[in-house]
T-cell receptor, first 110, second 116 residues
Framework: DADVTQTPRNRITKTGKRIMLECSQTKGHDRMYWYRQDPGLGLRLIYYSFDVKDINKGEISDGYSVSRQAQAKFSLSLESAIPNQTALYFC?????????FGPGTRLTVL | AQSVTQPDIHITVSEGASLELRCNYSYGATPYLFWYVQSPGQGLQLLLKYFSGDTLVQGIKGFEAEFKRSQSSFNLRKPSVHWSDAAEYFC??????????????FGSGTRLSIRP
């Protein structure tokens, strides 16, 4: 089984809808991250968390919120989706010397 | 704040030729440095990493990278590329793991194409 899983893997939604992307990990890591990937821009950090009570904004947090329900779960929400949030979203955990990425969620906002 | 620059958006090399992908970073302390590869439609795979010790690090698939503090660089090299190396490559810099702002920031990526 994969160490970092993301659901859904693909999602098409409409402008103004609320959507949640979920991430679960079995690696036992405290640190978890959400990134979005856009062509030519690489991966940009949205939010990161060191534990259930420690949430931090990344480079591009506007329009997003997160919830760390447990050490193993870190969810990303778009309260009112807009087309420029169409992207590939990655969840990751971090050990000291490496990050472990989920397979990604491809989100399309029409 | 740390940042990463990959100055080459797209590089094309011939199969069997040598490769060097450039990466420059900005960070006040000793960084954690990484190279990841992403094949089309796939997730990210770690190629190699550096955070202490020998400044020349070996990775998977025949890749290596050299940390040069004086130049704030961590360039990726391979002596002879294969068609299967065609992918997008990301350099990343991480802050101190135990700091209150521990995070990893990625460059914008370099897309590698291989000429037969």
């Amino acid at each position: 089984d994969a160490d970092v899983t993301q659901t859904p893997r693909n999602r098409i939604t409409k402008t103004g809808k609320r959507i949640m992307l979920e991430c679960s990990q079995t690696k036992g890591h405290d640190r978890m991250y959400w990134y979005r990937q856009d062509p030519g821009l690489g991966l940009r950090l949205i939010y990161y968390s060191f534990d259930v009570k420690d949430i931090n904004k990344g480079e591009i947090s506007d329009g997003y919120s997160v919830s760390r329900q447990a050490q193993a779960k870190f969810s990303l929400s778009l309260e009112s989706a807009i087309p420029n949030q169409t992207a590939l979203y990655f969840c990751a955990t971090r050990a000291e010397d490496e990050q472990f990425f989920g397979p990604g969620t491809r989100l399309t906002v029409l | 704040a740390q940042s990463v620059t990959q100055p080459d958006i797209h590089i094309t090399v011939s199969e069997g030729a040598s490769l060097e992908l450039r990466c420059n970073y900005s960070y006040g302390a000793t960084p954690y440095l990484f190279w990841y590869v992403q094949s089309p439609g796939q997730g990210l795979q770690l190629l190699l990493k550096y955070f202490s010790g020998d400044t020349l690090v070996q990775g998977i698939k025949g890749f290596e990278a050299e940390f040069k503090r004086s130049q704030s660089s961590f360039n990726l090299r391979k002596p002879s590329v294969h068609w299967s190396d065609a992918a997008e490559y990301f350099c990343a810099v991480g802050t101190e793991f135990y700091s209150s702002a521990s995070k990893i920031i990625f460059g914008s990526g370099t897309r590698l194409s291989i000429r037969p």
